[in-house]
Every structure is written in C-alpha cells, then in structure tokens.
C-alpha cells in the first residue's frame, strides 16, 4: 500500500493522526486569524465601495505575494528546527531561532523596498479610475510596513511550532484579528476624530494589527517558563553566517516555491485588471476565500513538516513515511467537505463581501472552479509540506515552476485571450496545473520516503 499505511494497526494511525491534528489546528486558526486580517480589509473596503474594493485587492495581492515567498524562506527553520529537536541537540535551538528572527527582519525590510519600488511602474500600467491609483499607491506605501513585522512573526511562529507550542499563536492572532475589526474601522470610517480614509484606513490597521501579534508573541516566548529549558532568543549576539546560510540555503528553493505559486494568483489579477473593475474585484474575493480554505492543507503541511522532520532527527524512517501517508489521507478527507461546503453556500459567502451583483454572480461562478481544484491543491501542499521535513526543497521548486506557471498561468493566459474564455480560462487552467502537481509530488514524496527507509536499513 502506498505509504506503508497497512504496515501498523488502526490504534497506530489514530495516534499519528492525533498528533498531526494536534499540532495544526492551533496552526489553522493562527492562520485564519492572520489572513482573517486581510478578508476584514477585503470586506471593511468592499463595503466602502466597489473602487476601493478594487484598489484594496490590487495592493493585497501584491503584499500576499512579496509576504509568502519571503515566508517560505523562514519555514527552512521548521524542518531544521524539528530534526535539531529530534536528535535532542537541544543547545543548538536558540541559536538557530535567533537567526531566524534576523533573517525575518532583514527580509522584511528588503521587502518593504521592493513594494514601495513597484507603485508609480504598476499605476502606470493600470487602466482604472484615478481615484483607485490613489487609493492603491497610499495602500501598498503603507501596507508595506507591515512587512517587517509579519516576517518576525513567522520566523517566531516556527520558533514555537517546532517545539511543539502552538497554542499560544493561535489566542495571540485570535487577538490580533479582533482587534483589527475596530482598528479598521476607526481609519476606514473615521472615529475618535480619526479621518476617514478609506481603503487606505485597511492599511494602516494591518500594519498596527501585525506589530501588535509580533510584540506578544515575542513576549510570550521570551518569559515563558517552557522556553527556558532550550535558552533564551538572543539577538544581542547579532548575525551568525554559518547558520544563516544553513537557513537561507534551505529556504531558498521554499521561497521560490512559494512564489511561484502565489505569482501565479497575482499575475492574473494583473493580467484580468483591465478587464473591469468587478471582474477584479470578484477575482479577488474568491482568491481571498480561497486563501481562507488553503490554510487547512497548509496547516496540515507545516505539521506534517514538523512531525517527519522529528522522526527523520530521532532516526525513525519507516515512522516518518507513514507519518506522511496518514497527513494525506487527514487532507484528502478535509478537502472533500470543503469542497461540498464552498458548492452549497458559494452564492452566500460571495455576498458576505459585497452587495454589487455583478461582483456576486462572477464571484460564485468562480467559486465552482474554486471548489474543484479543492482537492489536488490540498495533496499537493501537504506532500510539499512533508518533503520539507526530510529538507527535499530544490526537486519540488521545479515542479512548481513548470506546473504554475507553464500549465497554469501560459495556459490560462491563452484560454482568457486567445479562446475568448475570459476569466474563466484562468481558472481552468489552474485545475489543470494543480492536479499535476498533486501527482508529481505524490510520487515525489513516496520515493524520498522510501529512500530513507533503504538507506537506514
């Protein structure tokens, strides 16, 4: 059986899969309440109006793309930080976690730059409405601030993760996530002598929302008594390059895989702007509710990363591919009730973001594209997680890049423009690409998993 999964008991599973869950529902909700940060700007600006909708959706998917490529550079810490803590190299977890928060800062900043670069060359190439460039230039100049403290928040997220401590993530972003609702608001509306600013009140807010989860969370882990056994973060010592390359090489070929995904979403909502402004504003509230629903797999993937990186530290082969088989068969079963839910109530969730029909009938059309590609997208992210925790990363960025952007974004450019299948071609195209790589990495995963098993006996 594919896996090994026949190779323990029911009571095996249930303890494996047990743990996976343990260790990603905290993740999930941390998650959701993060990118809940950006469906309150999405639905806050929606309300606003339909143009600061679109600005709002041009800036975020932006921001989404700089902010996960340059996460997937500080996941490396995941499997590096698991299989240190797996062999119970205990003194050297500190060390690296440190790095990682300086890695995180560095990039942040490196980001911010590249953001504020890219307003006035992508203004120029927008044909909208003036009043949205001004909202988009003053949305991505501030949301780009944002940046430094979401990276730190990450590279402390998976300081946390990999030593089994995920719940207080989960309460700090719950935290963060409410308090964003009346934050916004306040510079959305104008409150408390506040001007209304629009959507670009979202971008502040975000910014404020970010600083706020990266503060606590820094606290929480530099006081709490758990912590104390594996030594305190210090950035005081300041940049170690040994180890710095030992991320940065890892996460490198992370990064890019994640870029070329999420380019992938931020190029068509480039590609489609000047196809109207609700079909750029539906694209991007179903890209945001989909963002919603793909933390489930990416939650079962960060664990899944950090549960084989654990086995493979303590030397537990034949475990870590069977640990990979169970985390596929958690998300095949999740994806199918997801997809069933976005099929019964897709009218209503695109409703829960706008009153504009136009934008409701596009949005729960491409809600139905949305729910198919459900299930691969779902394989493919948690085998990719599993990869990472036995350090596979390079192998898997190809396969993004040819499946992405050669099977999803060249394809999908030619059906859009070239069959006169607009939008819609887009979204075909997606199904296509991601199914391939659901089955390129399968098979990927099944063969390094059972490499490692060769090679240990």
Same mark, same amino acid.
């Given at each position: 059986m594919l896996f090994d999964l026949n190779r323990f008991g029911a009571g095996t599973y249930k303890q494996e899969a047990?743990?996976?869950?343990?260790l990603a529902w905290p993740m999930f909700i941390a998650q959701i309440?993060?990118?809940?940060?950006?469906?309150?700007?999405?639905?806050?600006?929606?309300?606003?109006g339909a143009e600061d909708l679109a600005a709002v959706a041009l800036g975020i998917?932006?921001?989404m793309t700089l902010y996960i490529s340059l996460m997937g550079v500080i996941t490396a810490l995941n499997p590096i930080?698991?299989?240190?803590?797996?062999?119970?190299?205990?003194?050297?977890?500190?060390?690296?976690?440190?790095?990682?928060?300086?890695?995180?800062?560095?990039l942040g900043l490196v980001g911010m730059l590249i953001m504020w670069a890219l307003i006035a060359p992508l203004n120029h190439y927008f044909e909208l409405g003036e009043y949205v460039k001004h909202v988009f230039a003053y949305y991505m100049f501030w949301i780009a601030m944002a940046l430094p403290f979401a990276l730190v928040y990450r590279s402390l997220h998976a300081y946390a993760s990999s030593l089994?401590?995920?719940?207080?993530?989960?309460?700090?972003?719950?935290?963060?996530?409410?308090?964003?609702?009346?934050?916004?608001?306040?510079?959305?509306?104008?409150?408390?002598?506040?001007p209304g600013l629009g959507g670009i009140g979202c971008a502040i807010g975000t910014v404020c929302v970010f600083a706020i989860?990266?503060?606590?969370?820094?606290?929480y882990i530099r006081y709490d008594a758990y912590f104390r056994q594996f030594g305190r973060l210090n950035l005081a010592s300041g940049l170690d390059f040994p180890v710095l390359k030992r991320i940065v090489v890892l996460g490198i070929p992370i990064g890019l895989s994640f870029l070329i995904?999420?380019?992938?979403?931020?190029?068509?909502?480039?590609?489609? +702007?000047?196809? @109207?402004?609700?079909?750029?504003?539906?694209?991007? %509230? /179903?890209?945001? *509710?989909?963002?919603? =629903?793909?933390?489930?797999?990416?939650?079962?993937?960060?664990?899944?990363?950090?549960?084989?990186?654990?086995?493979?530290?303590?030397?537990?082969?034949?475990r870590a591919r069977y640990i990979a088989g169970v985390g596929l068969t958690i998300g095949l079963a999740a994806s199918c009730v997801t997809v069933l839910v976005i099929l019964i109530f897709r009218t209503s969730i695109v409703s829960m973001y706008t009153t504009d029909a136009a934008v409701i009938a596009i949005g729960a059309t491409l809600l139905?594209?949305?729910?198919?590609?459900?299930?691969?997208?779902?394989?493919?992210?948690?085998?990719?997680? +599993?990869?990472? @925790?036995?350090?596979?990363?390079?192998?898997?960025? %190809? /396969?993004?890049? *040819?499946?992405?952007? =050669?099977?999803?974004?060249?394809?999908?450019?030619?059906?859009?423009?070239?069959?006169?299948?607009?939008?819609?071609?887009?979204?075909?195209?997606?199904?296509?690409?991601?199914?391939?790589a659901a089955i390129a990495f399968i098979v990927l995963l099944s063969r390094v998993s059972q490499r490692f098993v060769s090679k240990q006996v």
């Open positions: 047990a743990k996976i869950v343990h309440a993060q990118v809940g940060v950006g469906v309150v700007d999405t639905v806050m600006a929606g309300r606003y998917s932006l921001f930080l698991s299989q240190l803590y797996g062999a119970q190299k205990i003194s050297d977890l500190s060390q690296v976690g440190s790095q990682g928060v300086w890695l995180a800062f560095v089994n401590k995920p719940k207080p993530m989960m309460w700090i972003s719950l935290f963060g996530l409410c308090m964003s609702i009346p934050i916004n608001y306040a510079l959305i509306y104008g409150m408390w002598g506040l989860n990266t503060v606590c969370l820094w606290l995904e999420v380019s992938l979403f931020t190029f068509i909502s480039i590609l489609i +702007a000047n196809l @109207g402004v609700e079909y750029v504003a539906s694209q991007q %509230v /179903v890209i945001n *509710i989909s963002s919603l =629903v793909y933390m489930v797999p990416q939650s079962l993937g960060a664990a899944l990363s950090v549960c084989v990186g654990y086995a493979v530290g303590s030397g537990q082969m034949q139905v594209f949305n729910a198919v590609f459900q299930l691969p997208d779902a394989m493919q992210t948690i085998a990719t997680g +599993a990869l990472r @925790g036995y350090k596979v990363t390079r192998l898997p960025m %190809v /396969v993004h890049a *040819i499946a992405f952007w =050669v099977f999803g974004l060249c394809l999908g450019y030619v059906l859009c423009f070239h069959f006169n299948m607009g939008i819609y071609g887009f979204w075909s195209a997606l199904i296509f690409s991601l199914t391939l």
